[in-house]
């Protein structure tokens, strides 16, 4: 008799995610280790946990897979420091992850500043954690808890802020910053947060329920346990997976987006490297956008500051021009029209 559903299911789920990183062919330039098979030099996976029920099923899975795909598992649980007795919690969540078997495995304690508010400012410190750990132990790929359910929330969250397609395309299933782009995988993607919670109690997992999950002072608290029920009250219980999609079809889109407008940029510049406002004029609003957020960006406006208010007062200089002044950017960053150019520079 075969496992539980549940269990096949989240099992599945890690299989797909990691099946490519043995049958990788690493270039040159690749930052992924070279393949192996077995022993200290086959690849090294981590997985990120919390001793919550997504976390704990990710990691069992984990556990379970790597060895019959040739892969080392180890595990990372982030102390944030946020609650009395977290350092506590966290030597718990090491035995249990060192009791199914993985290793390397260690508790990493963060300073979670206030920028960007309590939610955003946990998370920053907890990919720094991430980072850094992955770069200490050499992991090929981090594993992440994300469920379909998470999803979901996600794109509310992007809905609610008004920053276009990008934001509701919710989280990617492989991502990672630009000297680790394949980094951060998360398997649970496609699964709603029952089916790990299932796994878990059927492989008698213990799990912990963060109390900040509940907690109604955070937004996604409240989009979790109010916003999210009561559109499935008047919507009809099919509302996660209908976000969910939504995440998935609005990321390709983005991409497109993205893509048009990197093969549109070098079209728009003169000979001097400066953007001309009238060939900028005729591309579409969309692409036209992202060329000059990218040009802000390269100028040294920092990305996650950079809303799309900015953008748009930027845009006017192309489509509304009336010789307004220059643009304030966030970096020190400044943007004017001089002589049918359009200059981005720090101010």
Avoid at 28 to 35: G, I, Q, R
Avoid at 155 to 161: K, N, Q, T
Avoid at 164 to 187: D, F, K, Q, T, W
Avoid at 296 to 308: Q, V
């Amino acid at each position: 008799m075969g496992p539980h559903p549940a269990v096949a299911a989240i099992r599945l789920a890690v299989r797909r995610a990691l099946h490519d990183i043995l049958n990788a062919q690493p270039s040159p330039h690749s930052l992924l280790p070279a393949p192996a098979t077995s022993g200290e030099s086959s690849p090294l996976v981590l997985v990120a946990c919390s001793g919550g029920a997504d976390s704990m099923a990710l990691a069992s899975a984990l556990a379970f897979e790597a060895p019959k795909l040739g892969l080392r598992a180890g595990g990372v649980t982030v102390d944030h420091g946020l609650q009395p007795g977290s350092d506590l919690r966290a030597d718990e969540v090491v035995l249990r992850l060192t009791g199914l078997g993985l290793a390397p495995v260690e508790a990493i304690s963060v300073t979670v500043g206030r920028e960007g508010g309590p939610e955003a400012a946990a998370r920053d410190a907890r990919y720094g954690a991430l980072d850094a750990a992955a770069e200490r132990h050499g992991a090929t790929a981090v594993l992440l808890g994300h469920t379909r359910d998470d999803q979901a929330e996600t794109v509310l969250l992007g809905l609610a802020r008004g920053s276009g397609i990008r934001s509701l395309s919710g989280m990617a299933a492989v991502s990672g910053g630009p000297n680790a782009p394949g980094r951060y995988r998360r398997p649970f993607l496609q699964l709603d947060r029952q089916t790990a919670r299932k796994a878990c109690m059927v492989q008698s997992l213990p799990v912990w329920d963060d109390p900040h999950n509940a907690d109604p002072a955070y937004t996604r608290s409240r989009l979790r346990h109010e916003g999210l029920p009561a559109l499935e009250k008047a919507l009809g219980k099919g509302v996660v997976e209908a976000l969910a999609r939504t995440a998935q079809l609005s990321r390709d889109d983005a991409d497109a987006l993205d893509t048009w407008a990197r093969q549109a940029e070098a079209s728009v510049r003169d000979a001097a490297g400066l953007l001309e406002c009238a060939k900028l004029y005729a591309l579409p609003p969309a692409v036209r956008r992202r060329i000059l957020r990218s040009a802000a960006i390269e100028a040294g406006a920092p990305a996650g500051s950079l809303f799309a208010r900015h953008i748009e007062e930027v845009d006017r200089l192309i489509t509304g021009w009336r010789g307004q002044g220059a643009i304030n950017l966030p970096g020190r960053v400044v943007a004017q029209r001089q002589g049918g150019r359009l200059v981005i520079r720090q101010g």
